[in-house]
């Protein structure tokens, strides 16, 4: 397995094992919490709205917001967000930033400058380049749907609150700990950053008792 690969559920246990054999700190997380969920979302649509959704706000927040919506309008596709107004987005937990988003997003799908099918067979950079030229899309959104979607095995999303405060008291650092010196920690993970990215985001999980709901 290379950089940007990917991985299933039955590699993600070898690979916990191989990284804990090289760092003791993740080798704890294995002892203390067990190996991580194999975190798996469809590539779709509607996932990308989740994700949209789930920016700078909580879990739980995220998720009432879209079992929201999908209770108003059902299935999530890209031709009934355009045809909400945005009261009724509003009603269904949008903040105006994220509004403007999932139209932009929908709009990227009915013109066909997203499809897909593109997203799921096209390498890692491509995608990224992809996304990230619709308005409200940045870097941590397509990370997260690499890594739960598509399984890359090598991200490690630096825009991540929990990932990073989990890195540090996993390994003990100071709050101000700069990036580069978290760069340089998560280079010996390289080339299965995503695998130490859901250790690590199952050891934040189960140290602060959250329930986790995948979409």
């Not at 994220?98 to 995608?127: H, M, P, W």
């Amino acid at each position: 397995m290379t950089a940007g690969s990917r991985f299933n559920e039955k590699d993600l246990v070898v690979i916990c094992g191989r990284l804990s054999e090289k760092d003791p700190h993740l080798l704890q997380i294995l002892e203390n919490y067990g190996y991580p969920p194999f975190w798996s979302r469809e590539p779709s649509f509607a996932t990308l709205i989740h994700i949209i959704l789930e920016q700078q706000v909580s879990l739980a927040s995220a998720k009432a917001a879209f079992v929201k919506l999908k209770s108003f309008i059902g299935e999530i596709q890209p031709e009934k967000i355009m045809k909400l107004t945005d009261e009724e987005l509003k009603m269904c937990y949008f903040s105006r930033q994220k509004t403007v988003y999932a139209r932009c997003l929908a709009q990227a799908f009915i013109e066909g400058s997203i499809t897909i099918e593109q997203l799921t067979n096209s390498s890692d950079e491509q995608i990224r380049a992809a996304l990230t030229r619709i308005k409200g899309i940045g870097h941590w959104t397509v990370d997260v749907f690499l890594m739960m979607c598509l399984h890359s095995t090598d991200l490690f999303p630096f825009g991540d609150i929990a990932l990073i405060n989990s890195l540090k008291y996993v390994k003990q650092l100071p709050a101000d700990t700069n990036k580069e010196e978290l760069l340089a920690i998560t280079e010996s993970w390289k080339p299965y950053r995503t695998i130490a990215s859901f250790m690590l985001w199952h050891a934040y999980i189960r140290r602060k008792n959250i329930v986790f709901e995948s979409a």
